[in-house]
């Protein structure tokens, strides 16, 4: 690459980009560890979409219209924190980019969005990014369909690299975006056929201009480093009609020694060799150092969409307080006052009625009273709407022409549903929930650890959640599902035994405000056992006694979802025995762990034998909840499955397991000998 | 579709292909559950490809050299049963027919490789099969480079659906089988345009035969209903020079009322509705009934290649006996002797030199002396070869122009390379092992769930473990993972302290025959704790006494992987303060779960206190250690970590979190009051 010739092309814009490559080294130098390549290499991309048209103000990094720029190749992270600086967000003063890496820094290793307000999304494990960026397109979409053009109507633009495209998850936002033909959605492909290992071409020679094209997207192929080349395809892209791709021909790490190399990649600290390229980008302030008129320049880029948002701002204030407030609250995540009088009134009537339905049923029945007055929900499934029960009467389908619809046929894309789920809600004004086999959870697996890790209010519907789904068989049987969310930080894991805990489960999910929730739900028929109608939401503490023992209290049965009918069944039989038996239901591990030691003590008591019941493993909990809250390991015993299961009729399947009041029972006999 | 027309044209053909349609309906029936359209759909392709093309003998459906036939859309597996059947397998009597998805029948929901020999690997998930074939076509292309054409020369034939080829790890597999221009794998779309929601439209609009071409397929696109097409697809296929890709438009439930529409894809049991097709397909026998001459075209067409299996067995006899010997240990997954040699060596020398050495890079010493005496051996990363260590010197990269080379560059394709591991796995004749960061073992995750429910000895190799991993942050540290790992049925997780732990890991992990391997290794150095070389596997036990108590044994420090070194330190505070402190390491709670309750009792003794280390969640296995086996909630600690990690250096992070020797004293110390 010829750098003089570049620099000779466009001068000021050179010496812009280069403050992008200058800071990079830097920062990357002081840390000593980083990945300084990929924003050295996409600097020229970066420097024509900041100056010539991202919409966005430094001076509110949450303005609601702004465009969303989403890093999906987290590991260039020195990328977004440079531009940052440089137009002059002030969450990012020089200081920050001096502690690139450190313990508090906000400039972490991959771009954090629960540490930078200007940060859309946490990228680093590769191809979320992008996926999200469906996700971003998809709620902009809705909202303009919502609250019209005035107040939302801006762009999606991601840049990812060889490792996102490469990644499945990848396929699966590529050609949803095609499908739903989400115009303003725009990829920059930083296309410099490095990765890890060395040239991309050994692993690797899919054509992917031609692979977007088939998945119907507009697609451009530019030189990454001709800043008119860039700037023509984003005036392109916005103008395509559908998603575009632009694939920038880049060099990783331009103008430095490890150009167009893997090393090039990774941190590049040595300081004769950093010398040297700045001396080729004719750069020569001291490490950290921005010129003035660069910076100058740079900060009038920040303040460039001033006056947009102030438009923006007039327009707001000119809808009517009841349309501000609507828009106010939406983009708050706030719910409604209105829910929970439906959620309230739901419960009374489920109550009284006690009807026998499977849970995914019950979450059905509570999604027709919610959606009416939850307009910002956005359900979906990953083709088994009719088997999670997530579509609603109301919501019509979100598609090209019916961009108000709020039901999205998300096809078979568990892992693309979650990473766009989470795309929509760090958006704003999209509370989304989507389904699927909680088995595939499986699938959507690195997508549902970034909404805990990212601290946002996702919905999983997750049915099917045991054995109990039956003839499928253990391909599509969860056992250590339950464990695997239970185990990951900051995810509420909710299994209700009937329509009122499904009720308030519900309530629970779409009031979170910074924690994901999965709802594990049944195929098969429960009974209501919470007849008793009260009004305070049960689930909210965890666990609770749903039925006391009659007279002397000798064991407790705690239990879950749909083996709650076991251990109700089970009690009645020990009761008839003489056995003071106790049930607790146990919907909810983590929130039953936050409730203060008194109350765990009242719901568990030491003394009795306790017997836990769930139709999973025994990993997932339950050990915390035999053996410690006052158990002891001789008073205590699980009924569950600790091995894959099979195919076959439901009944079969929970009697071969021993899943079953009757083993409930000769647990607790002999436990107490 | 005109059904008279299709009959007319090729009427014994018809009748084969009837006979599969026919025996799908009544056995769905009879189940009341079940998947009828696909196989009704792909009857005509599957027929063509039984009578004409697949290389096999129903006599002996483990034949080493037999085509592979997979089908990646498992929910129709009444076409392989069919098959199997018809063409008269001795596992497959009618009884088994009848008793589809029944409790104890080999007929299962979806086709399970651990029930059946010729049921080449198990599907349900979708996209897992096709992904499989991958693996299974590199198993072949490396066999015939290591034995020869005349010991291995078969083609991999798949089914997959619109489900498949939406799911993102169909992205993975078809670009790495293009990459690798796997020309004896053979891929049909079920092309039907229909998913359970409905059209596939209504989803997805790609252009697949434009993908294929992308990612360097050979694609053909036919009527799947024409069996002259059908046999001249498969015959220009597998002449293609690369992969191959079959578009054949086909009409879900075939000549059935449900025909193109979603309800067929489902369970027909419509009586009428049977009675029609049936009557439409020109089928008069009673259900499950097979007339004669069709039942001894399809003998006939099981017998076909045991000519061919009989010439091959006559070559194999040819080889030397060391051949022949060397042959059948490698298709019986049966390490070499030389391994515990070369470990045992290994061990002694490092617990004589004591290095300080990262566990990913002891696996790396492991690996260099194994790789050259297992030649079954195929390694990969998923682009992190340097930072895995998984490439050792003999190796050689698998690649076009030298199948011998037994190293794999996966690209950033972790569930694509797990998928592929478990097909060469089931193939039969290698023993693949792949790396990738610990914290992505959330891609993989669906793979790997599968490694297990096959029961398939596949080793995982995920290094940088923990926090440890320093700058990367959050969105990179594993936390959860190794619970995720602990919780899954038969999976073993294998965190090793030293060298001479991983050593002994790996004899464990290489000698498996039915149990996945999960190695978890750390990035920072470690110093070597088995100073004292024994012969005995100890990790083989899961948890022995490291260093036991000088004086009365008042603590017991329990840790894995590198916060051994922890315990070891906490341990010689202790003991000058005058506590005596045993230190348990714990590689495999797996493992340990196994040993007698003598062995666990000697281990880990009522009595002293507790404290769990480990840099990973608690719900990862520590309640059962700490609570149970004879612990006690007041007298037990955890140091770990219950959250998401940070981005910053190794050693603040450690400080950070508390995991340090400080504080396991302090925890001990608060212990004994």
Sequence with gaps: MDIAKLRAAHPDHWMRAAAIRTLTLDAVAAANSGHSGMPMGMADVATVLFEKHLKFDASAPLWEDRDRFILSAGHGSMLVYSLLYLTGYAQMPLEEIKNFRQMGAKTAGHPENFLLDAVETTTGPLGQGISNAVGFAMAEES????????????????????????????????????????????????????????????????????????????????????????????????????????????????????????????????????????????????????????????????????????????????????????????????????????????????????????????????????????????????????????????????????????????????????????????????????????????????????????????????????????????????????????????????????????????????????TPTVLALTRQGLPTQRKEHKVKNLVAQGGYVLADSDGKRQAILIATGSEVEIAMAAREILQEAGIGTRVVSMPCMELFAEQDLAYRRKVLPAGPVRVGVEAGARAGGWDKLLLGERGREQKQAFVGLDRFGASAPIDELYEKFGITAENVVAQVKALLG
């Design 143 to 514: 909202l303009r369909a919502r609250f019209g053009k005035k107040l939302q109507d801006h762009y999606t633009y991601c840049i990812a690299g060889d490792g996102c495209l490469m990644e499945g998850v990848s396929h699966e936002a590529i050609a949803l975006a095609g499908r739903q033909k989400l115009s303003k959605l725009i990829v920059f492909w930083d296309n410099n056929n490095i990765t890890i290992d060395g040239k991309v071409e050994l692993s690797d020679r899919t054509d992917q201009p031609m692979r977007f094209k088939a998945a119907g997207w507009h697609v451009q192929e530019i030189d990454g480093h001709d800043p008119e080349a860039i700037d023509a395809a984003i005036t392109a892209a916005k103008n395509a009609g559908k998603p575009s791709m632009i694939a920038c021909k880049t060099h990783i790490a331009l103008g430095h020694a490890q150009q167009d190399t893997s090393k090039g990649h990774g941190a590049l600290t040595d300081a004769d060799q950093m010398k040297a390229a700045k001396e080729a980008y004719g750069w020569t302030a001291a490490p950290f150092e921005i010129p003035a008129d660069i910076k100058a320049q740079w900060e009038a880029i920040g303040s460039r969409g001033r006056e947009d948002r102030a438009a923006w701002e007039a327009r707001l204030d000119e809808q009517s307080d009841r349309r501000q407030e609507e828009f106010a609250r939406t983009f708050a995540g706030e719910a409604p006052k209105k829910l929970s009088a439906v959620i309230r009134a739901l419960k009374k009537q489920i109550s009284e009625s006690a009807p026998k339905v499977a849970t995914r049923k019950s979450s059905e029945m509570v999604l027709e009273v919610i959606n009416p007055v939850l307009p910002e929900t956005i359900g979906g499934s990953a083709d088994l709407t009719g088997s999670n029960n997530t579509l609603t009467a109301d919501m019509g389908v979100f598609d090209e022409n019916n961009r108000k619809g709020r039901y999205v046929y998300y096809g078979i894309r568990e892992h693309g549903m979650a990473a766009a789920m989470n795309g929509m809600a760090l958006h704003g004004g999209i509370r989304p929930y989507g389904g699927t086999f909680f088995c595939f959870t499986d699938y959507a697996r690195p997508a549902m650890r970034l909404s805990a890790l990212m601290q946002i209010p996702v919905t999983y519907v997750m049915t099917h959640d045991s054995i109990g789904l039956g003839e499928d068989g253990p391909t599509h049987q969860p056992v250590e599902h339950l464990a695997i969310c239970r185990a990951t930080p900051n995810t509420l894991t909710i299994r209700p035994c009937d329509t009122v805990e499904t009720a308030e489960a519900w309530e629970i999910a779409l009031t979170s405000q910074k």
